[in-house]
């Protein structure tokens, strides 16, 4: 009689975070970034109907990489989340916190208890009535959750990108501004800028006229900003955003 095959859990785990990771560096990345309206979220996707980028609720959106039924399901129960919560309490209830703690739990019980991760990394975004209440949260695929400051970069290149946007101060410039910035670096680690056709790109925006604060931006609006003038080349280094990148768990209370 053969001996029953055994894997410790470390080493469970370490496979299914190396086969996660390997899944989503095969997306193409996303890149967030604040700036002194809103929020800009900006995509290299070359198909128009599968999207990476959407609206959620009112004042909130998400980002995702990796395989696109895994973070489509996502979306739609986060659409679902936000509008029971909605409907049952108050439109003011619906947060990207909680939402993001519901997506972690999710997330992390899919890690733990399932034969396979997700593939995918999530980012929630919210603007709030004022730039210091915007919210950026990052979501890995093991449900671990980090709070962004200024910008957050996920997908293949989410390092490399990462690294080029440190002490990067984007929340005071312009959005066409930090338009050219974002698609200057999701460009990183490739030989031109991607084509304009091949963006997808979406803002939160603070001054829309109704409570819907989500606007998608089509390849016109980016080629009419892009060239619009420059307010200065200074992309250097300000002082580096505080509390960005920390990680944290969460609470209680295909690749594309």
């Known amino acids: 009689m ?13 496979d299914r975070a190396e086969f996660a990771r390997k899944g989503i560096a095969r997306g193409r990345s996303v890149v967030v970034l604040r700036y002194d309206d ?23 959106a998400f980002a995702a990489v990796g395989k696109y039924n895994e973070f489509e399901t996502l979306r739609q129960a986060g659409v679902r989340y936000a509008d029971l919560r909605g409907y049952s309490y108050d439109r003011a209830d619906v947060t990207a916190r909680g939402l993001t703690n519901a997506y972690a739990q999710t997330l992390a019980s899919v890690f733990t208890t399932e034969s396979k991760p997700f ?18 949260f990052r ?6 959750v980090a ?20 002490g990067l101060r984007t929340a005071g410039k312009p959005l066409a501004e930090v338009l050219a910035i974002g698609h ?27 409570h819907r604060t989500f606007r998608r931006l089509q ?4 080629r009419s900003l892009l060239a ?21 768990r969460p609470q209680e209370d295909e690749g594309q």
């Open 119 to 136: 593939e995918v990394e999530l980012v929630v975004a919210e603007i709030g009535e004022h730039p210091a209440s915007d919210r950026l």
């Open 2 to 14: 053969s001996a029953p095959f055994y894997v410790s859990p470390e080493q469970l785990m370490k």
């Open 147 to 166: 709070d962004e400051n200024e910008h957050v970069a996920i997908g293949g290149q989410a390092e490399e990108i990462g690294k080029r946007l440190s």
């Open 219 to 222: 390849p016109d609006d980016l």
């Open 38 to 60: 809103g929020i800009l979220l900006l995509a290299e996707n070359p198909s128009a109907t599968l999207h990476k980028i959407a609206e959620i609720y009112d004042r909130i």
């Open 139 to 144: 979501l890995s695929y093991d449900g671990s």
């Open 184 to 210: 200057t670096v999701l460009g990183t680690g490739r030989d031109d800028d991607v084509d304009l056709d091949d963006l997808e790109a979406a803002v939160l925006e603070r001054s829309a006229s109704s």
């Open 228 to 248: 619009a003038p420059a307010t200065g080349e200074d992309t250097g280094r300000e002082e580096a955003p505080t509390a960005s990148g920390t990680e944290t």
